[in-house]
């Protein structure tokens, strides 16, 4: 298994500015992943961090609003830009398992913009 | 593209009572099936998985699940709940020839009562 951490874990930002999350995995990883988590709603896919390409964004999401980096096989960031109140959700980064079928979460970033 | 129904958003019971959570999905292609909890203020922990074999699947915490391919079904069981397994539930598809995108459902949020 993997062990996922994330920060900052909360922030309350202002409208207009940006956020950068963090996420870091305690061994190495192909696949990497962003999810929002709307409240009182499921997940959703933002986007596939790809090492040493451009994420791969879903339906709905772009590149200007969720930069993405991936340096190495631990590490990613997302980052929330010109953020608007609908932007407040948890933000959860995972990690797919070594063994291809299934998926690590990290405990997530709840962020709320005033 | 799968879908994911969780049809009950809410489950409440009593403590030592047994319990069932539904999940339903969509397609009928080959998949790989998850159930997935997330404790408050907590990121998401993976209770158990189908891949392959045997329909019922044994996870932590004394939860089971039951894989029915004819009813595109895979219910989570437990005999005897804790007030510890408050929690809410997710169940969690991905087809076996695109494991990589996992979709999940709405969650079904369990509250044991004393």
């Known amino acids: 298994s993997a062990v996922i951490s994330q920060k900052p874990s909360r922030d309350i930002c202002q409208r207009g500015t940006s956020l950068t999350i963090q996420c870091q995995v305690d061994?190495?990883?192909?696949?990497m992943f962003w999810y929002r988590q709307q409240p009182g709603q499921s997940l959703t896919l933002i986007a596939t961090a790809n090492q040493g390409s451009e994420a791969t964004y879903e339906s709905g999401f772009v590149i200007d609003k969720f930069p993405i980096s991936r340096p190495n096989l631990t590490f990613s960031t997302l980052t929330v830009s010109n953020m608007s109140p609908e932007d407040s959700s948890i933000y959860l980064c995972?990690?797919?398992?070594?063994?291809?079928?299934?998926?690590?979460f990290g405990p997530g970033t709840r962020l709320t913009v005033l | 593209a799968q879908s994911v129904t969780q049809l009950d958003s809410q489950v409440p019971v009593f403590e030592e009572a047994p319990v069932e959570l539904r999940c339903n999905y969509s397609s009928s292609v080959s998949v790989y099936l998850f159930w997935y909890v997330q404790y408050p203020n907590q990121g998401l922990q993976l209770l158990l998985k189908?891949?392959?074999?045997?329909?019922l699947v044994k996870g932590i915490n004394g939860f089971e699940a039951e894989f029915n391919k004819s009813q595109t079904s895979f219910h989570l069981r437990k005999p005897s709940v804790h007030i510890s397994d408050t929690a809410e539930y997710f169940c969690a598809v991905s087809d076996v020839e695109d494991f990589n995108k996992f979709y999940f459902g709405s969650g079904t949020k369990l509250n044991v009562k004393p």
């Open positions: 189908y891949l392959s074999g045997s329909t």
């Open positions: 995972s990690a797919m398992g070594s063994s291809y079928n299934e998926q690590f």
């Open positions: 061994s190495q990883v192909t696949m």
